[in-house]
């Protein structure tokens, strides 16, 4: 696998900023999306939010782990309706591709990029409140709904620094996820080039529960999960 093939799927950190950055945002991030998230994060600061980043790069090993825990029931896998659902009645298919609503293959997910991001308003967090990313949390009446209604129409302004939302309604694939940014002068280029080759490399090389079944429905998987996304 290219250095690029490694970067695209988890296994490559030399896109990623400094330590001292990382410090300094709480997350590590693609060292481009870096100044464009310093300003956004400033104007939001104006308008009285502050904005911080509850998860930021991903490595395939972080997400592999993710996923293996849900397949084996060990963290709960939900409906569409963020309730939990008994994975012992699911065929291994219904399980991956549940499993896939809510959260990425590994290989696949946007945070290994370092231009994806799930945010919230430091302000508005409750002391001692675990955050879920939950769509209770940024629903309108949610504790950061009024971050994501400015950040609604800053993104609709296109004056969101490059920032989009990809996954910003239920398309069937991903579930709307408000909380997740992406950094489109580096995700689009990354989305273009990423390719079923590229990750059916990577999960057979990998130790991931339900291998099988995710090699033998990919193609569905890279329509539905992965290029089905909101427009910038
Ligand atoms: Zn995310």
Redesign the pocket.
Known sequence: MNKFSKLLTGKERSHLCSSFMTKTLGASIHKEAVNSFLELRKEAGNHGFNLHIH?GFRSFEDQLSIWNRKARGELPVLNSDAIPIDINSLTDKELSFSILRWSALPGAS??HWGT???VYDLNAKPENYDIE?IPEEVNQEGIFGPLHDWLDIKINEKSAYGFFRPYNMDRNGVVQ?R??LSYSPVSIPFLEQFSIDVLHKAIKQSDILLKETLLDNLSEIFNRFIINIGKV
Do not use: G, V
């Open positions: 998860s946007r945070h994806d991001i799930d990313l996820e909380w997740h």
